[in-house]
């Protein structure tokens, strides 16, 4: 069964202090995967998308990373602005309807 | 990217009636796709929209409880009906722009109570 994990569910960190998040997944055959960011009361904002194992993205602060088992997103010297809740989703080859199947993300609080 | 707006931005609504949920986009889209936020819990696809054509639903909805339409390629309207508490939830729009894999585009959600 096609699945997705995200670790941890919840993470507190200094403003400066550089972390990653885990996004794991067991999928038969990967046609992508996808970061996003979700603000509280809002919809997910698209971050990344990383197709092959090896495969790297940046965006300001953020950087995503991809093997062949899991994906993370490393966050370099955050700001509080940085808080938000970080979703990962995968797209399996199976996917006929272009599904995406969401892990249930990392809460981030950067404190000031 | 893709401007995508919902309305309504949230609703309280008693049990047994019916809700429907509109969604707009920018710009013409294939494919649309409603999804379900449940508090704690991460995004679950409730159908996909193509228009002109019936609706795909995934496992566990059906259009008696979810009815959608799309009547054209920047539109499409989710009506959540007879409802419960537990329809109580985050519904989400999205739309795929792009080749394979493409990349999914969100609205900003309609957050609905049920009482």
């Known amino acids: 069964e096609d699945q997705v994990t995200q670790s941890p569910e919840a993470l507190r960190l200094q403003e400066g202090e550089s972390s990653s998040l885990n996004c794991s997944y067991t999928v038969s055959g990967l046609r992508g995967l996808f970061w996003y960011r979700q603000d509280p009361g809002k919809g997910p904002e698209f971050l990344f998308t990383l197709y092959s194992a090896g495969e790297e993205k940046e965006k300001e602060r953020l950087k995503a990373t991809l093997t062949k088992k899991e994906s993370f997103l490393h966050i370099t010297a955050p700001k509080p602005e940085d808080s938000a809740t970080y979703l990962c989703?995968?797209?399996?080859?199976?996917?006929?309807?272009?599904?995406?199947?969401f892990g249930t993300g990392t809460r981030l609080k950067v404190l000031a | 990217s893709a401007v995508i707006s919902q309305k309504p931005s949230r609703d309280i609504c008693q049990r047994g009636t019916s809700l429907t949920i509109q969604c707009q986009v920018d710009s013409q889209v294939t494919m649309m796709f409603w999804y379900r936020q449940q508090p704690g819990q991460s995004l679950t696809l409730i159908a996909t929209a193509n228009q002109g054509s019936e609706a795909t639903y995934e496992s566990g909805f059906v259009i008696d409880k979810f009815p959608i339409s799309r009547p054209n390629l920047t539109f499409s309207t989710l009506t959540v009906s007879n409802m419960s508490p537990e329809d109580s939830s985050i519904y989400l729009c999205?739309?795929?722009?792009?080749?394979?894999?493409?990349?999914?585009?969100f609205g900003p959600g309609t957050r609905l109570t049920v009482t």
């Open positions: 989703a995968v797209q399996p080859k199976t996917s006929g309807t272009y599904k995406y199947i």
């Open positions: 999205s739309v795929r722009k792009g080749g394979l894999p493409g990349e999914q585009y």
